[in-house]
């Protein structure tokens, strides 16, 4: 084992391998993670209470009245969320001639985001009202994958490397 010691960072290397033991005030113990936020065309409301059921936690919803918003109906959703989750995600109704969320060549991935019992029933939720692109199931490389694009034109990724 080797040490090395900056400012910024305590390093320790394990045969080789990097690993952080301290992490200096400017420099944060996980990585940043962006956090997708959809504009969908009325349905806010509708997507982030779903999530929250099949995710867990609850849905955060703000009205465009509660932001002062007049460019759309009162009761639509200017920012929306999930907290006490496992799964971070945004969410809002578009107003006036602003473009609602459409994924192409992306997909939302939750792989090894939790035990595989958790991610076949989060896919069997979302499945629900949804296009299933390609069902869970094993791969060839040993591990479980499936694709689905949900009912608010969402693409999931859904996977796990072994069973429970």
């Known amino acids: 084992m080797s040490r ?3 400012p910024a960072v305590d390093l320790i290397a394990v045969r080789g391998q990097a690993l952080f033991s301290r992490v200096g005030p400017w420099l944060h113990r996980r990585m940043a993670q962006p956090t997708p936020y959809l504009h969908l065309p009325g ?7 779903l999530y929250a059921d099949v995710f867990g936690g609850r849905a955060q919803l703000h ?5 002062g918003r007049t460019d759309g109906p009162a009761d639509a959703i200017a920012h929306g969320y999930l907290v006490d989750g496992p799964v971070s995600l945004f ?3 578009v107003a006036g001639d602003e473009a609602p969320f459409r994924a192409e060549g992306l997909l ?12 076949r029933t989060w896919f069997a939720r979302l499945a629900d009202g949804a296009r299933v692109v390609d069902d869970l199931q094993l791969r060839p490389w040993g591990a479980w994958d499936g694709q ?3 009912r608010f034109g969402v693409p999931w990724l859904i996977g796990y490397e072994h069973e429970d």
Do not use: I, K, M, Q
Request: no cysteine; charged share 20%; glycine share 4%.
């Open 4 to 6: 090395v010691a900056t």
């Open 43 to 49: 349905t806010a409301r509708e997507a982030l209470t």
């Open 63 to 67: 009205t465009f009245e509660e932001f």
């Open 91 to 93: 969410a809002a109704d």
């Open 108 to 119: 939302l991935s939750l792989l090894g985001a939790a035990p595989a019992s958790t991610l």
């Open 148 to 150: 689905l694009v949900d």
